[in-house]
RNA sequence: GUCCGGUUCGUCUAGGGGUCUAGGACACCGCCCUUUCACGGCGGCAACACGGGUUCAAAUCCCGUACCGGAUACCA
């Protein structure tokens, strides 16, 4: 038999990272058992449910690139079936109307208000006391054509328990004693949850539900309903949760955006690393690997794999530098250092051009400088090319952009930073970070005339114009070679290197961080390396 | 209240009676590398909730307690 699994998200917000995690199971499931994921949108009520939650949903699972098999399923659209199904069981006489009054809605909080009437009525009724479950049917029906109101509610057994074997919290069982006569139908004939889940997920033939430990009560419930109905209950499988940093149940209303997948997309995250740190939410292949691409994780998950205790998600919304759980960062900064550039590309492009840092030659590989693309024969003892700085210094190339982002992505943590502070590589226009500004050239005032200097010794060594006019050489603007001239510079001023250099990477960068300063010299190139040394903005501010 | 579930470093976790003076990862802290650094290398700090059993032997099995979580609705 192939296995049927379903992700059965209510659309009444955004796709949050508990709701992400199940979505990713049941896909993760699906795809290793070589059966089908289905997509179904319970959307019953409508009070509650907003075409907005849907899109965002399916936004958010289409960015973890969870693709569903099959069409989506609206709950809503089968309240035919779930009303007749409620009302098979009434002819049947196994669930009964409840002609009692429907209560007002309680005021302020639903949760405490339940928890209240249910200590209140604690030993002073039964689940089976309901004055109407014994009506005799002549009179259940003369009430119900004299046009009085009803529920349905379901007629549980008086004596029994409901058993099922979870494939992750194992035998559970319960007394029927302990579950109330449910409500299937409301006085108004909508269907409740309980009746259109056991429903819809018999007509899509579910094999295995898998969904949030919140439910593992619930099940006793339907499996009633599944007996009442005469079908043999799927296998369950419960997850635990995804708990919020005080412990409390993750809440969308509570912990607003930041659980939201979107939040995730939106602030640079590749939808590769987030999924690899939600699949080690709760579950682990029992080995000591971190980093799993999906098809490792098809490969290995299991649901023996599942834990049964809670798992935080440490999210810290005050710390702008912290904003979101540490590892759910330090896997984003993993792949983005140590992804292939091919497969990184397309998502720096993304950013950069929605930055307006892009530009359209860098999609044209090596056109541009192709006369100035070494021979093999020219390569240096490290492996690159000695007298590549002609291909790389052009801006405009592939290949500069290819060796840029290798040497910037490894200390980025998000795809953001390509743009903000990997600003400087790809635009004239970038900002001065004031702390780098007072450690690297306010502390060394002389800087303010030697790094103009310096610009005019790389122009007459390099080639390109310096104040008094032009000169050229053939020395390329490469590593070893600016190393050299550098060096020599600051012995001359009788300073340390690393002033120097690190005054060079403010005017250059904006920023205090980044790779080797010589590489930096060379992918920013030799002309914007001498308007940039002798910039003045810095110093002014 | 009742029913159900859970409890290993701050966090995510390995562990299924002896190999556990409890392993890994993140974070944190040192040292190294170095012109900076949030890269890298090396090292450090840090946990079996508590109490009883069972056993030659328990983080691992059983019972109790505590704490945490979930459910308890004519919500989903």
């Known amino acids: 038999m192939t296995t049927r699994v379903r992700f059965a998200p209510s659309p009444t917000g955004y796709l949050h990272i508990g709701s992400a995690r199940t979505a990713l199971f049941n896909y993760l499931y699906a795809r290793s058992t070589g059966g089908k994921f289905l997509l179904r949108v319970e959307d019953t009520d409508l009070a509650r449910s907003t075409e907005e939650s849907t899109r965002s949903i399916l936004d958010g699972l289409a960015w973890l690139e969870l693709g569903h098999d099959e069409e989506i399923v609206f709950q809503s659209n089968n309240a035919d079936k779930h009303r007749a199904a409620a009302l098979r069981l009434l ?67 008086v004596e029994g328990r409901t058993a099922f074997d979870d494939q992750v ?39 295995h539900v898998i969904r949030g430990q919140d439910h593992l009560t619930n099940t006793h419930k339907q499996i009633l309903i599944y007996e009442a109905l005469g079908v043999t209950p799927p296998t369950f499988a419960h997850l635990p949760l995804i708990l919020a940093p005080n412990k409390g149940k993750l809440s969308k209303r509570k912990h607003g955006e930041i659980v939201s997948m979107t939040t995730y997309r939106d602030a640079g995250f590749l939808a590769a690393a987030f999924r690899n740190f939600l699949a080690l939410l709760g579950w682990s292949a029992g080995e000591e690997q971190e980093i799993y691409s999906l098809d490792e994780l098809v490969e290995k998950f299991t649901l023996e794999g599942i834990h049964r205790s809670n798992a935080m998600f440490n999210f810290h919304p005050d710390d702008p530098r912290k904003w979101t759980d540490d590892k759910a960062i330090w896997f984003n900064a993993e792949y983005i250092r140590t992804m292939p550039l091919d497969e990184l590309l397309p998502f720096v492009k993304a950013e950069l051009r929605s930055a307006k840092l892009w530009r359209e030659e860098y999609d044209q590989a090596g056109v541009a400088m192709s006369a100035d693309i070494p021979s093999t024969a020219d390569l240096g003892p490290d492996g690159r090319p000695a007298t590549v700085a002609a291909a790389i210094q052009e801006i405009g190339s592939r290949d500069w952009l290819i060796r840029t982002l290798d040497a910037i992505r490894q200390r980025f943590f998000t795809l953001k930073d390509f743009s903000n502070q990997g600003r400087a590589y790809f635009s004239e226009d970038f900002d001065f970070d004031p702390a780098a500004v007072a450690k690297n050239l306010s502390k060394f005032p002389d800087l303010q005339t030697w790094l103009p200097e310096l610009a005019d010794r790389f122009g007459s060594e390099f080639g390109s114009q310096t104040e008094t ?60 390396t001498l308007t940039r040394l002798r910039s003045q903005i810095p110093w002014n501010l």
């Open 91 to 157: 002819a049947e006489g196994k669930a009964y109307r409840d002609f009692t009054p429907k209560e007002a809605p309680v005021q302020g909080n639903i949760k405490d208000a339940i928890k209240e009437r249910a200590r209140a009525e604690q030993g002073e009724t039964t689940m089976r006391d309901n004055p109407y479950r014994d009506l005799t049917r002549e009179e259940s029906d003369s009430r119900a054509a004299a046009g009085e109101p009803f529920a349905i509610r379901l007629k549980v057994p």
């Open 469 to 528: 006019g032009a000169v050229a050489t053939d020395k390329a603007f490469t590593e070893s070679e600016i190393e050299t001239v550098v060096k020599a510079f600051t012995e001359e001023k009788g300073t340390k290197l690393g002033v120097i250099m690190n005054g060079s990477r403010t005017l250059l960068t904006g920023v205090g961080v980044g790779p080797s300063m010589l590489t930096v010299f060379e992918i920013v190139g030799l002309d914007r």
């Open 169 to 207: 919290y194992g035998i559970q069982e319960r007394d029927y004693a302990d579950t109330e006569d449910l409500v299937l139908l409301r006085s108004d004939g909508h269907p409740l949850y309980n009746l259109a889940v056991v429903c819809d997920d018999i007509e899509m033939e579910i094999t």
